[in-house]
């Protein structure tokens, strides 16, 4: 992807993000809004949900026709495309139901196979996380740069629990309880997304999480990356399971989950 296409595709994609979270925005806490439970019964879809990706996907086909979509929602729009966008199109469902001000959309671009560019939107507090592959990461327009930390003792890590909690045994709480006991302190903000773009920002100083899906993750890892940190997966038997912190914390993050699997990662 040469600059020049890169520079205008962001520049098209955080203006799209702000105009999708004008419309969360205007129906957060909505006691109309339509809700429904998907397969497992604790994840919910809401009315807006389904809106926003209308809207993205709307403008994507427009926009760039011949690409590839993969979204929550709708699945995967295969044109064979060597572009593949990955989409969230509202990550923090459980919280937006709830008329919880945490969320955001987060859209990212593949070419070949490589995240070339991310966006993630949080409309409540304004913030729009962008990244280009070798071009930074930056929030509202200032640089971004992971948190510097070295002990595990003094960060304060952000994590998620799977919606299949009670039905799987690999449900992140061995984790959580182990952590809990090793850092400062433990955050479950409910939107990935949001807590990868929190870690490429310096606000969390790690996150970790089982299971997540790649619209959940797509974004929010090449801001880490290009925030300086470190990304490193684990439980290959978990779809995608992550450690997200700069490079001295992610080596204790994982040196202590390996310590609960029995086994070395990363
Ligand atoms: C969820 C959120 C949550 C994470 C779940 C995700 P959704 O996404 O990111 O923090 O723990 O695994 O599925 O359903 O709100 O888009
Ligand atoms: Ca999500
Ligand atoms: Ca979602």
């Known amino acids: 992807m ?12 955080k203006r799209l993000a702000v ?19 998907k397969s497992t019964g604790i994840d919910l ?6 809106l926003s990706e209308q809207m993205i996907l709307a403008f994507l086909k427009e926009r760039y026709p011949d690409h590839s979509v993969l979204s929550e929602e709708s699945g995967l729009a295969d044109k064979s495309s060597e572009y593949l966008w990955i989409v969230d199109p509202l990550d923090g469902t ?28 949080a409309p409540v507090v304004e913030q729009l996380f962008s990244a280009t592959r070798g071009g930074g990461a930056f929030l509202n327009g200032q640089r971004l740069r992971v948190a510097q930390k070295e002990s595990l003792r003094e960060c304060v890590l952000a994590t998620g629990f799977p919606y299949d909690i009670a039905e799987h045994p690999v449900n992140n709480l061995c984790y959580f309880s182990k952590f809990s ?12 997304a949001y807590d990868l773009a ?8 790690g996150f ?16 880490v990356e290009e925030a300086g940190g470190t990304i490193t997966h ?3 038997d978990r779809r995608i399971s992550i450690v997200a912190a700069n490079a001295a914390i992610n080596r204790q993050i994982c040196e202590t989950i390996a310590g609960i699997d029995g086994h070395a990662i990363g």
Not at 45 to 50: H, L, R
Not at 95 to 119: C, E, H, K
Not at 181 to 192: E, V
Not at 198 to 205: H, L, M, Q, R, W
């Open 94 to 121: 459980t919280n937006y139901a709830q008329g919880l001000p945490i969320f955001a959309i987060s859209i990212a671009l593949q070419y070949r196979g490589r995240t070339m560019l991310g966006v993630v939107y």
């Open 19 to 37: 105009q999708v979270g004008r419309l969360q925005q205007a129906r957060l806490g909505d006691t109309q809004l339509k809700i429904e439970k």
């Open 45 to 50: 879809v809401t009315e807006v949900d389904k």
């Open 208 to 223: 970790w999480e089982l299971n997540l899906s790649p619209w959940d993750v797509a974004a929010g890892m090449l801001l």
């Open 234 to 236: 684990f439980r290959a």
């Open 181 to 192: 006991m090793k850092c400062r302190a433990i955050r479950r903000l409910g939107a990935a």
């Open 2 to 13: 040469d600059e020049q296409f890169t520079a205008q595709v962001l520049e098209d994609i």
């Open 198 to 205: 929190c870690v490429a920002a310096g606000k969390f100083d």
